[in-house]
């Protein structure tokens, strides 16, 4: 499988949100002194930005295949072998995520009409961020899968 590049959309995003959490949770620390009263809403905010940052990352890992492993049995394995092992587990997973998705889309819905504490938003923004990563996901399986494929089928020797 080829090396995959160096910056996605998903780790800039995951990085732009970490940036903005960094700022937000200066303001409350600084906040907290004699300098200035810090705003209510950064407790909030810190909050979601950490959950999208930490669901936007998971898709990144997801992206480089970097995600834990214990390969050692994968391994004894010949190529042949191993890339079906690998792609049994994929569709596992595949089906997981699909199931994640229907449940953050449930979940999205079911709290359109929450209104935040301290944010002009709705719940529905936080949990929209783990409908987005397991649709960032699903399509990153769904590449690895195809990606695999696609060298089995170009290994074949022609008739």
Do not use: C
Not at 7 to 32: D, H, K, T
Not at 138 to 159: A, F, M, N, Q
């Amino acid at each position: 499988m080829k090396e995959p590049r160096k910056y996605s959309i998903e780790g800039i995003v995951a990085s732009v949100f970490f940036i903005a959490l960094i700022g937000v949770v200066l303001i409350q620390v600084f906040g907290r002194t004699p300098l200035f009263r810090g705003p209510v809403w950064t407790e909030e905010t810190a909050r979601w930005l950490w959950v999208w940052m930490a669901f936007i990352g998971i898709a990144e890992v997801e992206r480089q295949d970097s995600q834990l492993k214990m390969a050692f049995l994968a391994e004894l394995l010949p190529e042949t072998g191993r890339r079906i092992l690998y792609t049994l587990i994929d569709l596992v997973y595949l089906g997981i995520v699909g199931h994640l998705i229907w449940i953050a889309y449930k979940t999205v819905l079911r709290t359109w009409n929450n209104v935040t504490v301290t944010l002009p938003t709705t719940d529905a923004v936080l949990y929209a961020s783990g409908l987005v990563a397991a649709i960032l996901i699903l399509h990153r399986i769904l590449r690895r899968i195809l990606g695999r494929r696609d060298v089995s089928v170009k290994r074949e020797p022609s008739l």
